[in-house]
């Protein structure tokens, strides 16, 4: 079990806002938890992971559609992958 102090999550979070600022108007991939996959160009985010998507498609298992913006809930995403995938700059 890993358990993280207030200052620690923060920091965390600290690190998350930057790599999504650095990853706005480029091209994300979203996995949310209904097993649907989403991809287009961030356009903008808030604080609780709510992400602004345009110009991107949705895949279920059925089918693909297209988009021209989409708003996902934070709570529904259970994976983003940036275009710049320089993880390097995150502190373990």
Do not use: P, W, Y
């Amino acid at each position: 079990m890993c358990i993280i102090s207030n200052s620690e999550f923060s920091q965390n979070v600290s690190e998350i806002d930057k790599l999504l600022q650095q990853n706005v108007g480029k091209e994300v991939l979203i996995r949310l938890k209904s097993n649907i996959t989403a991809k287009g160009k961030l356009k903008n985010f808030d604080q609780h992971l709510n992400l602004s998507l345009k110009d991107g498609n949705v895949k279920s298992e059925e089918k693909t559609e297209l988009f021209d913006s989409m708003l996902l809930r934070g709570s529904d995403i259970l994976m983003v992958s940036l275009s710049n995938n320089d993880h390097s700059k995150l502190k373990h």
